[in-house]
């Protein structure tokens, strides 16, 4: 057997055939056996090369080891090597401890609460990284971040080994899947605009293609008529508008400014199982700094050990008044409208936009209709007002 150990040996001699003969005689497991240009090569077990080497010499036969297999010559390397299986057994112990614990944590659903507030928010409430992954800390989280907060409508913690997905909507999210499927429910416009499209799957249409609709008009019923009873369904549709949207952005001429400064200075932190164990704060102070903070992980022939390094580094700023053309202001004004239509207005297509600017002496106004298509549909259950 392969993983007790094989030899693969050549013989050469007048009574070679004899020889292999013999040992087949003696019951011993020969395999592999082949010839070529007057030399045999056989195969034996480990433990009875002994035997077939001192055979050999009855027979007047030279053999020579060729090939060595098998889990037996494996051990026998490393086991003139303890310092290897200690570290071999301390590595797999090593991950399986740290598969009882949460590493990383991901969200989903967020829209306006950032990534970093909500990991904040989770560690204030007992969950972060490097709890046990027992699930009692993820429910006690839930529970006192629903109490503590209105800012969340609802949110679950699904901790799969030492990973964790934190799932959860905002107090007042318009997504249509807050409405569970066997709730009753009609599809109301969450603005005004012009329907150019509509695909029904359930519920009663209310506006044609072309007809215009008011915000909060109930754009598909989920109250049907079958005869003479009314049936209440869960309404299914996406119905496409175009509609507009109106912004206006100002900004003076002169500004008061926090300006950086070229004064830096950095702070490192050494995190263990979430407790600090290093810190190299100083006795500089803090005060009028801007602070870009980094987490890393620490991690392990490609594993996430439960080590995390923080740095923040500090830049210093002055309070300075700033003036600028009026060229810049503009362009400055243009630039906060296109991240406007990139955070707010990216679930739509824009097919137009007007601008007008407006002088005020000491700032500049920019207002703005952008032309939008999309959908307006959102699901309200029937009985909420």
Known sequence: MILGGKVKFSAYGAYCERFIDDLIGRKMKVSEISAENGIIY?????????????????YGVRVRLKERKGAYFRYRYIRKRPGLIIG?????FLVLLLRCFVWHIEIHGNEELTDTYMLSLL???GFT?????????????????????????????EVNGSRADVYMSEQGSKSSE?????????????????IVESKVDSGMI?????????EGSVLVSGTVSSGDTVILVHSDAEITAEFYDETEFTMGLTTNEKVPTDEKFTRTQIMLLGMVV????????????????????????GFRLPVKIKTDTFTRYRDESVT????????????????????????YEILDTETNLEDNGDSITLMARIKLRGNVGIKKPIYER
């Not at 704060?281 to 870009?292: F, L, M, V």
Request: aromatic fraction near 8%; charge should be negative.
């Open 278 to 301: 290093y810190d190299s704060s100083g006795d500089e102070s803090t005060e009028n700094t801007i602070c870009d903070e980094s987490v890393s992980d620490v991690t392990l022939f």
């Open 324 to 347: 600028r053309r009026r060229e810049d202001v503009i362009r400055i004004l243009n630039s906060r409208l296109e991240m406007y239509k990139y955070n707010f207005l990216k679930d």
């Open 88 to 92: 071999t057994f301390l590595g797999i």
């Open 129 to 157: 990284a490097g709890v046990y992954a027992n699930g009692t800390d993820a429910l006690s989280a839930e529970r006192n971040i629903m109490l503590g907060t209105d800012r969340i409508k609802w949110i679950n913690i």
């Open 42 to 58: 056989a195969e034996v077990g480990v433990h009875n090369y002994p035997a077939v080497a001192k055979l050999s010499r009855d």
């Open 206 to 214: 209310m506006y044609e293609k072309g007809s215009g609709f008011a």
């Open 123 to 125: 560690e204030q409430n």
């Open 178 to 194: 807050d409405v569970d499927m066997k709730t009753p429910c009609n599809i109301v416009a969450d603005r005004a605009g012009i």
